[in-house]
């Protein structure tokens, strides 16, 4: 703890003393001053993380002390310490940017709680920071390719949630990448190791015709999940009677591993669009949604087109298939030009076809599918 430096500022000597000694065998780090003049001058030449003052002092209140600390220093925490019948003072502080107030009397122990929760809350900013900052480097997650801000923003969440276990909602558009979206928060999670299941409710809803069909079928795949994840795609087409009764089953759950199974829902609809048709009642919508993710279409992020193309040409190909080294500048030019109504799918599917056709050395624009090139040159001459 001795890292975290704490300045106590007080006109009253015998509450310096207390705090000063209390504060050290507990293992802080703490300066105490009588003025706050020269507190100012502890902040001007020290890194102080943590600061309580006096609100009533003479030459240099507590307030003007907290508004010199924020200009020097805005990342120190300030906290108002007042008397009796001075809520007024600490409410002023607080708009002015005081942390938090403590009324004197106090207890020590109050006092150290204060002190507790800011270190925490440190700790958790330093660590979002840093998930910040590895996404902002990173140009591919697991299996997810992009560097893009909005897929950089998806790798924070999934960070984020890489302890936690919360129900995730994954929105997108067909072809957008749910699946593999679910299976990243898989692998990233402590259920690595357990059983990811993946179930198309469409199909499911086609091969099973009734509600308790469908119900027995999830209840079996709930079991075979052994508390891994339970991935529903367009879990929307499932009757609502039949959701709740998972939702049920979810709940109650018991297996080998000692953990319930994780649910990941992943629906193309728009949110909106899904509750006014009566798909899905409101209240059960939020239980899934405890995360939510939107994935965008690839029309939303053609920066991410040339790494993607890479990575289907090398990553995802067999060695064979490395006779294509690239693509042609007027064939990329075609590619970014295009809507992309398929996704990632679309564009994977292009070159599997390039290596079908036996494409060498580099795709050219007449390799590309005619609906590709057709729309390339409408763009062109208009």
């Known amino acids: 703890m001795s890292d975290t430096r704490i300045l106590f500022v007080d006109d009253d000597r015998d509450i310096l003393a207390m705090v000063e000694q209390y504060l050290t065998i507990k293992g802080y780090d703490v300066t105490t001053v009588d003025n706050g003049i020269e507190a100012v001058g502890i902040v001007k030449e020290k890194q102080i993380d943590i600061v309580f003052t006096d609100y009533k002092m003479p030459e240099f209140n507590g ?9 020097y220093r805005p990342q120190t925490e300030v906290i108002i310490v007042t008397g009796y019948g001075s809520m007024e003072s600490a409410i002023q502080a607080m708009k002015f940017g005081s942390y938090d107030y403590l009324q004197k009397p106090f207890k020590l122990d109050h006092l150290r709680l204060i002190v507790d929760r800011i270190i925490e809350e440190k700790k958790i900013k330093d660590k979002a920071q840093l998930i910040r900052k590895i996404s902002r480097e990173r140009h591919q997650y697991g299996e997810m390719i992009g560097f893009c801000p909005k897929m950089r923003e998806i790798y924070e969440v999934i960070d984020t949630i890489s302890i936690e276990n919360p129900m995730v909602l994954i929105h997108g558009e067909s072809g957008t990448g749910k699946e593999l979206t679910a299976r990243t928060i898989h692998d990233t999670s402590d259920r690595q190791t357990l ?3 993946a179930v198309n409710c469409n199909s499911l809803s086609k091969k099973t015709k009734t509600e308790d069909e469908i119900a027995a079928h999830l209840s079996g795949m709930l079991a075979s999940v052994n508390g891994g994840t339970l991935y529903l795609d367009e879990v929307s087409s499932i009757p609502s009677t039949v959701r709740e009764q998972m939702m049920g089953l979810l709940g109650q759950a018991e297996t080998d591993s000692g953990k319930r199974p994780r649910l990941i829902a992943g629906t193309a609809r728009e949110l909106d669009e899904v509750i006014a048709s009566g798909a899905m009642k409101k209240n059960l919508l939020d239980l899934f949604n405890a995360v939510f993710i939107k994935l965008p279409a690839l029309r ?15 990553t995802d190909s067999p060695a064979a298939k490395t006779r294509i080294y690239g693509i042609t500048p007027s064939a990329m030019d075609i590619l970014l030009r295009y809507h992309w109504p398929g996704n990632l799918i679309q564009l994977q599917n292009v070159i599997e076809r390039a290596f079908a056709m036996g494409v060498e050395n580099a795709i ?10 057709t729309f390339g040159t409408i763009s062109q001459m208009s």
């Open 195 to 197: 059983p990811f299941v």
């Open 63 to 71: 307030l003007e002390l907290l508004v010199a600390i924020k200009k």
């Open 364 to 373: 050219g624009p007449e390799d590309l599918p005619a609906e590709i090139r």
């Open 300 to 314: 939303e992020r053609k920066e991410d087109i040339p790494l993607l193309i890479n990575h289907f040409l090398y």
